[in-house]
């Protein structure tokens, strides 16, 4: 037998004493804090599958969430827009707010043109959700006017169509005429706002909103206008597609394809 292992059955002498422990060791050449870290072994091993254990719980429960989560998005009592309606969007990089809002009352018209002390309300159609990154107006004033700093210009989310007071929430600051357009007519491009610092997404079922108020004294008169919002088409057709709702996909599919729209909270 090596001399390297030590016989214990049969043993003249305890191992029990710390004198015998300590001679053991030096015959095992295993110093004592390896000892004790290779005793200690058995506690790791326990704590580590505990871990692993409430890791793989907390896996299922996400995991069983997103399940959930993906029946109701691909259930088509839940889709907002078909996939044929979301693509006739991805070729377009604007929308148009040119739907006046009509039957308000008071200092509101119902269309073109805007006399003075009066106020004209824009929103854009019905479609898909999406996400506005600039803003680009043109107006025409009357008698080739270029006073533009008389107009008042201030965007609303909400649900559009509504009464006078029920705009929805004010989407950044008032702005004037003269931070869209120059003197001899030439356009600015003005950065839509964002909320909190991210950018704010117009939900299918709502509606972004334009208010232009002529307060000019002159008697001018707001004889059109165009407001533009452009948005990255792009980037909307990647976001609103979703093939593993497709009824063949089997969840097989890799990509996108067609979902709903969806609005993130803001």
Not at 78 to 103: C, G, R
Not at 237 to 250: A, L, N, Q, S, T
Request: some cysteine; aromatic content about 8%.
């Amino acid at each position: 037998m090596s001399e390297g292992l030590v016989k214990y059955e049969g043993a003249e002498y305890p191992i029990d004493t710390p004198e015998n422990f300590q001679k053991m060791l030096r015959i095992l050449r295993c110093h004592p804090e390896r000892w004790a870290e290779m005793l200690g072994c058995p506690d790791k091993v326990n704590t580590m599958t505990r871990r692993v254990e409430e890791r793989c719980k907390t896996l299922e429960g996400q995991c069983e969430m997103l399940m959930r989560l993906m029946k109701r998005a691909c259930c088509s009592a839940n889709i907002n827009f078909s996939q044929i309606t979301i693509d006739e969007y991805s070729d377009d990089s604007q929308v148009n707010l040119d739907q006046p809002v009509k039957s308000l009352g008071g200092d509101y018209v119902d269309d073109f043109p805007v006399a003075p002390a009066h106020v004209i309300r824009l929103q854009h159609s019905s479609r898909p959700g999406w996400t506005p990154t600039q803003i680009r107006i043109d107006m025409n004033l009357a008698g080739g006017a270029n006073n533009y700093l008389d107009f008042y210009i201030s965007f609303y989310l909400g649900p559009g169509d509504g009464a006078a007071g029920e705009l929805g929430k004010k989407i950044g600051p008032t702005y004037r005429g003269n931070q869209f357009l120059n003197k001899d007519g030439g356009q600015i491009i003005v950065p839509f706002p964002k909320y909190k610092g991210a950018p704010i997404d117009v939900g299918s079922l709502e509606r972004l909103i334009v208010e232009i108020s002529n307060r000019s004294g002159g008697g001018t008169n707001l004889e059109s206008a165009q407001v533009v919002i452009l948005y990255d088409n792009n980037k909307f057709f990647e976001m609103c597609r979703v093939d593993i709702c497709k009824p063949d996909c089997g969840g097989a599919c890799g990509g996108g394809g067609g979902g709903s729209s969806s609005s993130i909270p803001q």
